[in-house]
């Protein structure tokens, strides 16, 4: 059985991913956080791991500031650019086929925030690293268990409590299945010779307003969702973020759930 070493694999995407990687026989292996956060710590405890596991592959999850109301600037930067370094130091030590990184498709917006200058920062230290290694920038990730004050379960709480909700309408966003997210990380593993240097967008190319998005929940929840209309809610948003999937096709991966189907199976998972 192979191994993928993940860090970050107690959050959304990191939990199904491990899902995933067991149902086609590779076992996901944690990366310790204090391991990640205080490697000259951990040395001797951190070679030991390695030289344990061997790992095939490593994913690279681990973030700070990828909520919109986290803002500890300088747990940011360490955590997205000190700690990945010292990292990818620490990992390059052993073999491995190929590292995957997980970046942010806001690198590419107009306005950039700090935790999307972290992320480019994170991009361009893999630029000189000489292990193999490819970094897949994710869209909007959504699904079942995604965290809750993410716009999708906002909505599906709000139309079975009733409650009032601060809502923007105009902001677009390409929604992807954290499903087909870790489809695409499992297609890259096994593609990996080709997939080499590369920075993928990890998206549908189809993207939805906040308000399309509303009445979907609408439709097929049967309620209406109570709303306070706002004009902005966040500096960064704006009405063209979609992915460019020419390179997610010329792997030969393509997305397998429509927004509709996704939303449906978060309505039907939630607790009422």
């Known amino acids: 059985m192979k191994t993928c070493l993940i860090t970050g694999q107690s959050g959304f995407i990191g939990q199904n991913l491990a899902k995933v990687l067991q149902q086609h ?8 956080r204090e391991f990640y956060e205080r490697p000259g710590d ?17 994913v690279h999850l681990a973030a700070g500031g990828n909520l919109a109301t ?17 990292f990818l130091n620490t990992i390059g030590y052993i073999n491995f086929d190929i590292l995957i990184n997980f970046s942010s498709s806001s690198v590419t917006l107009p306005e950039q925030t700090l935790y ?4 480019k920062c994170a991009e361009a230290l893999l630029e000189s690293y000489p292990k193999p290694s490819v970094t897949v920038r994710p869209y909007s990730v959504t699904g079942v268990g995604e965290q809750k004050i993410h716009l999708i379960p ?9 409650r009032e909700i601060p ?31 590369l920075v993928i967008p ?29 004009e902005e809610m966040r ?4 009405t063209d973020w979609k992915a460019n999937t020419h390179i997610l096709k010329s792997i030969g991966f393509s997305p397998k759930w429509s927004l509709e189907q996704t939303i449906k199976k978060m309505i039907d998972a939630y607790d009422h």
Not at 70 to 86: G, L, S, T, W
């Open 202 to 230: 990890v998206g549908t190319g189809i993207q939805f307003s906040n308000n399309e998005v509303k009445y979907m929940v609408e439709a097929m929840s049967g309620r209406d969702i109570k709303i306070k209309k706002t």
């Open 42 to 58: 951990n040395a001797q405890a951190i070679t030991e791991f390695l030289f344990t596991y061997k790992p095939n592959y490593v």
């Open 70 to 86: 986290q803002h500890e600037q300088d747990a940011e930067v360490k955590v997205n650019v000190i700690n990945f370094y010292n």
């Open 235 to 238: 500096s960064y948003d704006t």
């Open 116 to 119: 999307s200058s972290t992320k």
């Open 167 to 197: 809502f923007v309408s105009w902001p677009k966003h390409d929604f992807i299945d954290v499903e087909d997210v870790c489809r695409a990380v499992l297609h890259i593993m096994e593609n990996h010779k080709m997939c080499k240097g």
């Open 25 to 32: 026989n590779i076992n996901p292996v944690a990366y310790p």
């Open 154 to 162: 906002t909505l599906i709480d709000a139309a079975f409590t009733g």
